[in-house]
């Protein structure tokens, strides 16, 4: 049965994807349940982008589930490699959105915001680009420009967003630092999943990876949601109309 096989997937990693899929709906449906009575703007943003967050990876990890992410490369070496495409077509446009949720918060301005995103989607299109390579220096060059990309997307967000963030009250102070730090620790892991991973030096295989995906998803999506949606912080403030 195709439908069986697909989704399996290459390596049983099926499962994954499908507990992927059910975690970032069961995420989207809770943040639309706790925002439908929302109805200061300001605060309403913040659930558009974040309930947009889950349901664009909610489509890509069904898609993935069902195969249709998934696509092989083969590389010079002979080596077939099997890769989730998807995955990219869903961070293009997720961590531009995590970004503007954390940068709206910190009330940074649209300037910074603006560089912060196109740096980020820089990012993920030479990690495309490295993903997709058949040359393996070529796929390990554009792997590091892709993490350097990172590292200036991250400090970016500690000094400049942060200098922002420190004008703001208490409560929102504390909800950035909760933000950022889930950010710096789970974006870290992401390029060396990619290199310990199928796409780079197959230390651990497809099933372990997109585990691996799995885990570091939710938690950079659905878990920053959660905490954002919760807080006070979001709520608007003297510029919101009575
Ligand atoms: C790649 C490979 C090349 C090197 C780097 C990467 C970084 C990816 C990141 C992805 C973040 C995704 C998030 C998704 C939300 O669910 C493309 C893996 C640096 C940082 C936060
Ligand atoms: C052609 C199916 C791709 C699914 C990717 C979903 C994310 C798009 C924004
Ligand atoms: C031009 C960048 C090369 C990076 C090589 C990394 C090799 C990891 C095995």
Redesign the pocket.
Same mark, same amino acid.
């Given at each position: 049965q195709p439908l069986q096989a697909a989704s399996l997937g290459v390596e049983g990693e099926g499962i994954w994807l499908a507990l992927g899929t059910i975690g970032m709906l069961l995420g989207m449906v809770y943040f639309m349940a706790k925002g439908w009575d929302v109805q200061d703007p300001e605060e309403e943003e913040f659930y558009v982008i974040t309930i947009l967050?889950a349901g664009i990876?909610a489509a890509s990890y069904l898609s993935m589930f069902f195969g249709f992410g998934l696509t092989e490369v083969e590389l010079i070496n002979g080596r077939v490699i099997d890769v989730y495409w998807a995955r990219?077509a869903?961070?293009l446009f997720?961590?531009p959105l995590?970004l503007l949720d954390i940068g709206l918060l910190a009330g940074a301005s649209n300037r910074d915001l603006a560089s912060l995103i196109t740096i980020d989607a820089f990012?993920?299109v030479?990690? !495309?680009a +490295?993903?997709l390579m058949k040359v393996p220096v070529a796929r390990y060059a554009?792997?590091t420009i892709?993490?350097i990309?990172?590292l200036f997307?991250l400090y970016y967000l500690v000094v400049v967003v942060g200098e922002a963030a420190s004008d703001a009250d208490a409560d929102t102070q504390s909800t950035f630092n909760t933000l950022r730090n889930i950010?710096l620790i789970?974006?870290?892991v992401?390029?060396v999943?990619?290199l310990v991973g199928t796409?780079g030096l197959g230390l651990v295989g497809l099933y372990g990876e997109t585990l691996l995906f799995m885990i570091?998803? !939710?938690a +950079?999506?659905i878990g920053f949601g959660f905490i954002l949606l919760r807080s006070r912080a979001i709520v608007g403030g003297d510029s919101a109309p009575t």
């Amino acid at each position: 049965q195709p439908l069986q096989a697909a989704s399996l997937g290459v390596e049983g990693e099926g499962i994954w994807l499908a507990l992927g899929t059910i975690g970032m709906l069961l995420g989207m449906v809770y943040f639309m349940a706790k925002g439908w009575d929302v109805q200061d703007p300001e605060e309403e943003e913040f659930y558009v982008i974040t309930i947009l967050i889950a349901g664009i990876a909610a489509a890509s990890y069904l898609s993935m589930f069902f195969g249709f992410g998934l696509t092989e490369v083969e590389l010079i070496n002979g080596r077939v490699i099997d890769v989730y495409w998807a995955r990219y077509a869903d961070w293009l446009f997720t961590t531009p959105l995590l970004l503007l949720d954390i940068g709206l918060l910190a009330g940074a301005s649209n300037r910074d915001l603006a560089s912060l995103i196109t740096i980020d989607a820089f990012m993920i299109v030479t990690g !495309l680009a +490295a993903t997709l390579m058949k040359v393996p220096v070529a796929r390990y060059a554009f792997w590091t420009i892709s993490t350097i990309a990172m590292l200036f997307v991250l400090y970016y967000l500690v000094v400049v967003v942060g200098e922002a963030a420190s004008d703001a009250d208490a409560d929102t102070q504390s909800t950035f630092n909760t933000l950022r730090n889930i950010i710096l620790i789970a974006w870290a892991v992401y390029p060396v999943a990619w290199l310990v991973g199928t796409e780079g030096l197959g230390l651990v295989g497809l099933y372990g990876e997109t585990l691996l995906f799995m885990i570091l998803d !939710l938690a +950079a999506k659905i878990g920053f949601g959660f905490i954002l949606l919760r807080s006070r912080a979001i709520v608007g403030g003297d510029s919101a109309p009575t």
